[in-house]
């Protein structure tokens, strides 16, 4: 991994040497406040595997540090939150207070309220699904400015804090438009929306910051060989440390989401206000766990003018014909924005424009091509849940056996959280170990085909609810009817089981391009662009909520099921690239936080880049 440039009075542990790494004794604590970190030499040039031996020997993670799981603690407080309060969100709008309920959205008592649904504005699947839509749109989209800004200005630590007391105020706001008497006198939707935007806003500070500030914390930097006592010689490596990280991550991320299966039993049998609430205590771990780490952790400094500079370097490139290059060639299309390219055919540099080397536009190449990857992610997002409250009117269509209809989306989390230690320490150990280690496009192919069968089996089921609804094909439609399908609600498992486990293939397996294949200076911004593709899953969604209705619920699920196949056959054919390992593409002393550029000095117009090859 690329990483920043760093001081000698800036490493935490400058001293540690090859036994100390074995030994997984390294301290990362600073020594004071705010540093520049990421290149922390831990391995001298005896200690790094030859070709042969990285082409032979088996790939292992570093140990987890336990900053990097207090880290894990507050992503898992932040989607308790988040989660347990979005988790909610599409009944809320979407259904009217239930007949004989106590005002708050609770159902009825006994078997008068088995059946029901519980709800309190009363606007409708398109409203619901527009609002929903929306809101996850903008905590996908704001990521960006949230990446920009710890980047550029105020580093990964700060633009979190600053995040988590936005959220606050937005907890707060939420409580107070599920309160009984805001709902029955009709003023809920607007501090409901306005709350609902805000945490949003704080979303889109934490979600890019997160997981990349813990993968700061990795105790290796360099691959490096490894006895085990068992006598096995291993590598340690870089690379599969930020995927045991991210996995690791996820499953954290999934524990706090199963926290909104106490959120939907609050609403059903309680009311909305408790559902908003008990999110808020949880996500007052966080200020606590940040104030606690923050002399603990050490952090990567934001870098000014990485932003300008990226689109600096791209506009270059479309110069002179640019345009043109992009269909004749990546290799030539890419040279154009070189300082040495440009040294070359001017004879020479503008170092007060050309503010980067030509590393960083390598760089920049590997960043964009995981990028691609990331264009086709909301396919598998909108086949993991539907589009738009797709899978919730079909919940609203079956018997519920007084269970609550949004439950069946808590299995999602419950399934990642049982799964992930399977592949984490046992599948993709089980492929390394036998020498066919399971790459990212492997990865990627798997989650699709999940996502797959998961949306043909949607389709039948959908088919199956029209047919046995006794209102046919307006089964969902809750101003024309009342009854139910006699499915039960618990038919709906295997479209929450399945998009789960391919989410543990897909999703983290994004994060890890993000993450290894962006420049050391613009990890926030390409991590924020892994997570875009959600937002653009959101706003498919929103523009599809009008037909998102009976009787053409079925139909969305057979798109998506088409879509999914297409995407499992491209990523190995297309995107083989994106399967070299680290070593290959990125130049080892950039892995050591060396030859950065520094804005207004003289740029290198060479650099020994491992490969060109994207």
């Known amino acids: 991994m690329q990483s920043a440039p760093i001081p000698p009075t800036g490493l935490p542990a400058s001293a540690v040497n090859a036994e100390d790494l074995h030994q997984e004794k390294t301290s990362l604590e600073p020594e004071t406040g705010l540093v520049a970190t990421g290149a922390l030499e831990y391995v001298n040039e005896a200690d790094e595997p030859t070709d042969e031996e990285f082409a032979t ?28 309060c979005s988790g909610v969100v599409k009944n809320f709008v979407n259904r009217p207070l239930p007949k004989g309920g106590n ?35 903008l905590a996908y989209v704001l990521p960006i400015a949230g990446g920009i800004i710890a980047d550029t200005k105020w580093g990964r630590f700060k633009t979190i804090a600053v995040g988590t007391g936005v959220g606050i105020i937005a907890h707060v706001l939420l409580v107070i438009s599920a309160v009984p008497s805001i709902i029955e006198k ?35 930097k360099r691959p490096t060989l490894k006895t085990l006592p068992s006598g096995e010689r291993v590598i340690v490596d870089p690379q599969t440390t930020v995927q045991r990280y991210l996995l690791i991550f996820y499953f954290c991320i999934n524990v706090g989401g199963f926290f909104a299966i106490a959120s939907s039993y609050s609403a059903r049998f309680v009311g909305y206000w408790l559902a908003y609430l008990l999110p808020g205590i949880v996500y007052m771990i966080m200020p606590l766990v940040l104030a606690f780490l923050y002399k603990k952790l050490y952090h990567a400094p934001p870098q000014g003018s990485v932003t300008l500079e990226a689109f600096r370097v791209i506009g270059t490139c479309l110069k002179n014909g640019g345009w043109k290059s992009i269909f004749g060639g990546s290799e030539k299309f890419w040279n154009r924005a070189k300082p040495s390219t440009i040294l070359a055919e001017t004879g020479s540099i503008d170092h007060s424009k050309i503010t980067w080397d030509d590393l960083f536009v390598d760089e920049m190449r590997q960043s964009l091509s995981a990028c691609v990857v990331f264009l086709l992610t909301p396919i598998f997002i909108m086949a993991d849940g539907g589009i738009g409250a797709q899978e919730n009117a079909l919940s609203a ?26 592949i984490t320490y046992g599948f993709y150990p089980f492929f390394e170990k036998i020498g066919y280690p399971l790459k990212p496009m492997t990865r990627l192919s798997i989650g699709f085909m999940l996502g797959c069968i998961n949306m043909i089996y949607g389709a039948v089921l959908q088919w199956k609810v029209y047919q046995t609804s006794p209102c046919g094909y307006y089964a969902s439609t809750a101003d024309v009817c009342e009854d139910v399908s006699s499915i039960s609600i618990w038919a709906l ?3 929450q089981a399945l998009p789960a486990i391919g989410e543990i293939f897909v999703m983290v397996t994004g994060y890890e ?14 991590y924020a662009i892994c997570l875009f593709s959600s937002a653009i899953s959101s706003a498919i969604g929103l523009a599809c909520s009008n037909a998102i209705q009976d009787p053409y619920l079925i139909w969305p699920y057979v798109a998506l099921a088409v879509a999914c196949f297409i995407c499992a056959v491209i990523f190995p054919v297309f995107f083989r690239h994106l ?10 002393a950039r892995q050591a936080g060396q030859l950065q550029p520094v804005a207004g000095e003289k740029v290198a117009t060479t650099a020994n880049t491992s ?4």
């Not at 391009?513 to 390409?526: D, I, N």
Request: glycine share 8%; aromatic share 8%.
């Open 579 to 588: 399967n070299e390992p680290t070593r290959v593409f990125a130049d080892p």
């Open 57 to 84: 020997l088996r790939k292992v993670p570093a140990k987890m540090k336990w900053v990097s799981i207090a880290l894990c603690t507050i992503e898992l407080a932040e989607r308790a939150s988040y989660l347990g």
């Open 513 to 526: 391009l993000a993450y290894t294949r962006a420049p050391a200076r613009m990890k926030g911004l390409v």
């Open 611 to 614: 490969s060109e090859k994207i």
């Open 186 to 220: 009709g003023h809920a939707i607007g501090p409901f929306l306005l709350s609902l935007y805000i945490l949003s806003f704080a979303s889109g500070f934490i979600k890019p910051c997160l997981a990349t500030l813990m993968c700061d914390q990795i105790p290796v």
């Open 103 to 137: 005002g708050a959205g609770a159902v009825a008592p006994g078997a008068a309220g088995e059946n029901q649904t519980a709800g309190a504005l009363g606007k409708g699947t398109v409203t619901a699904s527009a609002v929903y839509n929306a809101f996850i749109f």
């Open 493 to 495: 498992t295997p479209l």
């Open 397 to 422: 269509a079956v018997t519920l056996d007084n269970a609550p209809n949004d439950v069946i989306d808590n299995l999602n989390p419950l399934t990642i959280i049982f799964f992930t230690p399977i």
